[in-house]
């Protein structure tokens, strides 16, 4: 992706992604992440996505996430994108670490959104692969994701990135009186060739 001079967020450019620390070296970035985050992952759980919520999460909520992340990233414990037509965010996405001693060489892609507005451009798929090279690069064995059962296209992109089913839990995701499968996808990267893409 390449760089971008445009504010509108109804742009057709194609976005350019940034890492947790390109996004902090930008002051102006920095410190509209959250409230742009929050926008994001509110206006998605309002609608309905699979993104952990029931409701959609408070601004605080979003900001103690983000600080996390950002810390994370910053001792190599995770890694954070972000997808931006000139100041607008339309997307993001992070991976860490697994915390129990006996799984610290692997990670999990916890959360992935893309705005609304910005779906079918190619934004989640983008910000994907950049998160699993992000992976390969810091060592990663294993990067793993849960999803739930019916997002068939988030499901559907992740087989073709290279991840495959390893479980699945019928029933588990509960929303109201509603039930979706928990579905558990991994990228082995140990059963891969050096050099080779996901």
Do not use: C
């Not at 600080?67 to 990233?73: N, S």
């Not at 965010?89 to 006996?102: I, N």
Request: proline fraction near 5%; glycine fraction near 12%; charge should be neutral.
């Amino acid at each position: 992706m390449r760089p971008l001079t445009t504010d509108e967020p109804h742009d057709t450019s194609e976005p350019v992604l940034l890492d947790a620390r390109a996004v902090l070296a930008d002051p102006e970035r920095a410190a509209g992440f959250v409230g742009a985050a929050h926008r994001i992952l509110a206006d998605l759980v309002a609608g309905g996505a699979a993104l952990g919520w029931v409701d959609p999460p408070e601004r605080a909520e979003v900001a103690e996430l983000v600080e996390r992340v950002w810390a994370a990233a910053a001792a190599g414990d995770g890694a954070l994108r972000a997808a931006y037509v000139g100041r607008t965010l339309l997307g993001l996405g992070y991976w860490l670490r697994y915390t129990r001693p006996t799984h610290r060489p692997h990670a999990d892609l916890e959360k992935l959104a893309v705005a609304g507005a910005a779906h079918g451009r190619g934004i989640g798929r983008a910000l994907t692969g950049a998160l699993v090279d992000d992976a390969r690069r810091a060592g990663v064995e294993v990067l793993t994701l849960d999803a739930r059962g019916d997002n068939a296209h988030a499901l559907r992109m992740y087989r073709s990135l290279g991840f495959r089913e390893y479980g699945r839990i019928p029933d588990f995701v509960a929303l109201g009186d509603r039930r979706w499968d928990k579905v558990f996808y991994l990228l082995d990267f140990r059963a891969q060739p050096t050099g080779t893409a996901g």
